[in-house]
């Protein structure tokens, strides 16, 4: 008699929603649910604690398998993406020479950039132009003669038929950088047609270029992107097809350059539903074949939340970022180096960023499965939220005349600068956490003097910035020229904690009031506890203490603060850690300054260096 098979969760009662919900409350004690446990997005709708079965029960995005329409599990049937390096190089033989060694340590996809035409030949010198794919980014005039030349290596090379590769045409990329008002369609036009006519002979160069990581680097949440995106991609189908150019031959030369951020489980969702939602814009055109929807994206990891302080974070960022763009099966990834946003990357972070690749496909096996986000009742239920949201934008700028119309009036620069002030607002406030700049500091790290400066690109973009320019200022830019200024200052500000009373609350006010003035670059000098805050005030003068940071229990700090602020007597800044009951008392009798979880962080901290550093 064969063996019966044990079913573990058959010792388990079924629980319905309904009683989890019930138990939860009950656990929360009277406390509201959905302030409690429902997280509002930044995309606009609300995510759930809790996702069971019947929340994906009516979804269509579940019917599909890889590799099928509408693509929203993947455009292929495995998820060997490529994994690209762009090189960085002061000529076209070191770019040469670099290139040719970083394809030995397993890298499969180039970009290279391109000031002159003739140095294409140089760049691809010895590359096998069938095992590896080349990108070529050049300013939006150059690109017709970079793709004839990129033609007539490829042709010379006998793989026109397997060469896979890309020529950056973004004719938005003045109006984005430089604030330049109107788009010329019918140039973008006639560009784009010579463009087409020139790849022809080579079907795997893909020159319609759709690159939202500007915005996405710019500021603009992850809905932004994905909108913004298709209303792109939207507009060179519309543009080209009414040139005349048939929706086969424009449809299969769009690539999408993408970004990725930290939002793990939010940017998995994007991708897919970027992929299911262009299938469905390219098939309103009617192409002969459903190829032709499929949609091609290299994802880039964020420049926006890099950081200068404590830049090794960066790496815990971008691995994220790189796991996300991996499970959600997109076609080339490109990891951000570290320290990007301080140097020039060197070989060291750029090997770097190659291994965080490689740890994903070599040890993780991630290459090996295709879209395992699929059938997760959170993911699906984002992959449809955020398609949702990101439908509503490309809808809004098609009424307003399309994508080019709405660059060249300046509002979607205007839409993704208010994005970026809002997180810049948010990061001043905490609500946006960058680990090592606006929450738990490296205190006593320098970062003065491992600052390069780049330079900037003069090309055929000019320098100057319009009112319609895209801001593209990284989230910890403000807090950074704090602890700048704090280096350059000739005295480093000493924050003191006169910790006294209650042990756990001075504790608990001393660890949060030393990572906020941590956040400045203050020296801070902590304490066991004091028995009076006569005491506290003496040891803290004797040390010479800028500041003075007051840390107890609510209840105490009727009595102590007043003492502790007229003993002091001006001799050093005074500051209350929290804010109590009797905060209206304490400022009548002359205390001003309160560091608590409500505070603008950044703009208390600005006040501080206005303070102590000008003395």
């Not at 994007?270 to 290299?298: G, N």
């Not at 060197?346 to 965080?356: K, L």
């Not at 984002?382 to 399309?402: D, H, N, Q, R, S």
């Not at 602020?565 to 905060?583: H, I, Q, W």
């Amino acid at each position: 008699m064969a063996e019966k098979s044990e079913r573990l969760f058959d010792q388990f009662p079924e629980v319905s929603y309904q009683e989890w919900r019930a138990k939860v409350e009950a656990d929360l004690k009277g406390a509201d649910f959905d302030k409690k446990l429902v997280w509002r997005t930044n995309e606009g709708f609300n995510v759930q604690p809790v996702y069971r079965a019947e929340d994906i029960a009516g979804l269509k995005t579940t019917d599909s398998l890889p590799g099928q329409y509408p693509y929203v599990r993947g455009t292929r049937t495995d998820n060997n993406w490529l994994t690209r390096q762009n090189i960085v190089a002061d000529s076209a033989e070191e770019a040469n020479k670099i290139a040719l060694d970083v394809v030995t340590k397993g890298v499969n996809s180039l970009g290279f950039k391109v000031s002159d035409p003739a140095d294409v030949a140089v760049l691809l010198k010895d590359i096998n132009l069938e095992e590896v794919e080349i990108n070529l980014n050049c300013c939006p005039g150059k690109a017709v003669a970079v793709a004839e030349e990129l033609v007539k290596v490829v042709t010379a090379a006998g793989c026109a038929d397997k060469f896979r590769g890309s020529v950056d045409y973004n004719p938005l990329r003045r109006q984005f950088k430089h604030g330049v008002e109107g788009v010329d369609n019918a140039a973008i036009a006639a560009e784009a047609c010579k463009l087409l006519d020139v790849v022809a002979p080579v079907r795997g160069i893909l020159c319609l270029c759709v690159d939202s990581d500007m915005l996405a680097n710019a500021g603009a949440y992850i809905y932004q992107e994905l909108g913004y995106a298709l209303s792109w991609g939207a507009a060179w189908l519309t543009l080209l097809t009414e040139a005349g150019r048939d929706i086969n031959e424009v449809a299969n030369r769009v690539k999408f350059d993408m970004c990725v951020s930290s939002n793990f489980f939010m940017e998995i969702a994007k991708f897919r539903a970027a992929r299911m939602l262009w299938a469905q814009i390219v098939e309103q055109y009617k192409p002969t074949c459903d190829c032709a929807a499929k949609m091609v994206v290299c994802a880039t990891t964020s420049k926006f939340n890099q950081t200068i302080y404590d830049a090794h974070v960066n790496l815990l960022r971008s691995q994220t970022e790189t796991f996300s763009a991996c499970v959600a099966g997109v076609d080339s990834i490109v990891v951000t180096p570290f320290d990007v946003a301080y140097k020039q990357p060197d070989a060291f972070s750029e090997r770097i960023a190659r291994n965080q690749q490689f740890l994903l496909k070599e040890e993780s096996h991630m290459d090996k499965v295709v879209d395992p986000a699929g059938g997760s009742y959170y993911v699906e239920t984002l992959t449809v939220a955020i398609a949702a949201e990101g439908w509503k934008l490309f809808l809004a700028t098609e009424e307003e005349g399309g994508f080019f119309a709405a660059v060249g009036a300046g509002k979607v620069q205007a839409a993704v600068n208010a994005s970026c002030e809002k997180r810049h607002t948010d990061v001043a406030r905490r609500k946006e956490i960058l680990l090592g700049t606006n929450q738990y500091p490296n205190i006593n790290e320098k970062a003065a003097e491992k600052i390069e400066n780049n330079g900037a690109c003069k090309c055929c973009c000019g320098t100057e910035k319009g009112p319609n320019a895209l801001v593209a200022k990284r989230a910890a830019t403000d807090f950074e020229e704090l602890r700048l200024a704090t280096e350059a200052a000739a005295k480093r500000p000493k924050v003191f904690m006169l910790t006294i009373g209650n042990l756990a609350m001075r504790l608990a006010r001393a660890q949060f009031s030393t990572n906020f003035f941590g956040c400045a670059g203050y020296e801070i000098i902590d304490n066991l506890g004091f028995n009076t805050v006569e005491e506290g005030v003496d040891a803290a003068l004797a040390k010479g203490a800028d500041v003075v940071v007051l840390c107890s229990s609510d209840d105490e700090y009727a009595e102590l603060a007043p003492a502790a602020f007229k003993y002091l007597a001006g001799r050093a800044e005074f500051v209350v850690a929290g804010a109590p009951a009797c905060t209206e008392d304490l400022k009548a009798v002359g205390i001003k300054d309160f560091v608590h979880v409500r505070c603008n962080v950044l703009d208390t901290l600005r006040d501080f260096n206005n303070r102590l550093l000008n003395k």
